[in-house]
């Protein structure tokens, strides 16, 4: 394997991550809004660089989940002990990933004067809002109008 073809792997992986993953979805949107209104808080570098870590880890945290349920899936269709405990623990430690991130985001994004300039941004780039309404209207689309896998195999399941 060639070591181009193996970031196309990982690309590919990423997206089946994001077409079947409702959560993956929804922390893609979360880490997008983040990164848009980041810019008014003039964060210092140390701050940016936790930021992106942070997205960094829910989302690699989230694809590690769906490689074990993926895998956990595979191996039993039937219910097992063991599975679940490996599922909910995999699903345990991304919470506990986004839950940090909501707290670390709270103590970043709590600055009024953040919130005041990008008000004061938007109301003088109409275009920008614009983008930021049509954005704000297809972000639930995207996270809950794409197929989930888990309602996809329920429904297999139910036609059987």
Known sequence: MTFFKSFQYAF???????????NMRFHTVAALYVLIFARFF??????????????????????????????????????????????????????ILAIAAVVIGILFFGNADGWREAYRFYLTHPLHLGALIILTVFSPLYIFALPHRNSQTQRKGKKK
């Open 42 to 95: 003039h964060f210092s570098r140390e701050e940016w660089a936790l930021l992106i870590l942070l997205i960094g880890a829910v989302i690699a945290a989230e694809a590690i989940n769906t490689s074990i349920e993926t895998l956990c899936n595979k191996v039993t269709k039937e219910r097992d002990p063991y599975i679940r405990i490996a599922k909910d623990a995999a699903a345990g430690a991304v919470l």
């Open 12 to 22: 590919c992986g990423l997206i089946q991550c994001i077409k079947n993953e409702r």
